[in-house]
């Protein structure tokens, strides 16, 4: 099992950055990857970034593409999705996740990101 805890986000303005935080415990020995999803009222959960253990492949959404960066911390076992300029579009809840093989298979419990305009 992995445990994943997301915190950093919450209310700002268009333009604005932030940072979020992904926290992992338990069996990371086994992660390939780590990553981050979104999920807008309304809208299907969709992909974000991700960057695998070693930081050698990470691969973004076009939407955030030049805006977000993911990044890692092994020796604090915590990865992060630091977002630039940010868009009233970005506003959605926030989830981190680790996958093992081809399924992303632990979640976090997400954090709020709204965007004002």
């Known amino acids: 099992q992995v445990q994943l805890v997301e915190s950093g986000g919450g209310l700002v303005q268009a333009g604005d950055s932030l940072r979020l935080s992904c926290a992992a415990s338990?069996?990371?020995?086994?992660?390939?990857?780590m990553g981050w999803f979104r999920q807008a009222p309304g809208k299907e959960r969709e992909f974000v970034a991700e960057?695998?253990?070693?930081?050698?492949?990470?691969s973004y959404a076009d939407s955030v593409k030049g805006r977000f960066t993911i990044s890692k911390d092994n020796a604090k076992s915590t990865f992060y999705l630091q977002m630039n300029k940010l868009m009233s579009e970005d506003t959605a809840v926030y989830y981190c996740?680790?996958?093992?093989?081809?399924?992303?298979?632990?979640w976090g419990q997400g954090t709020q990101v709204t965007v004002s305009s």
């Open positions: 960057i695998n253990w070693i930081g050698s492949q990470i």
């Open positions: 996740a680790s996958r093992s093989g081809s399924v992303w298979d632990y």
């Open positions: 338990g069996r990371t020995f086994s992660t390939f990857a």
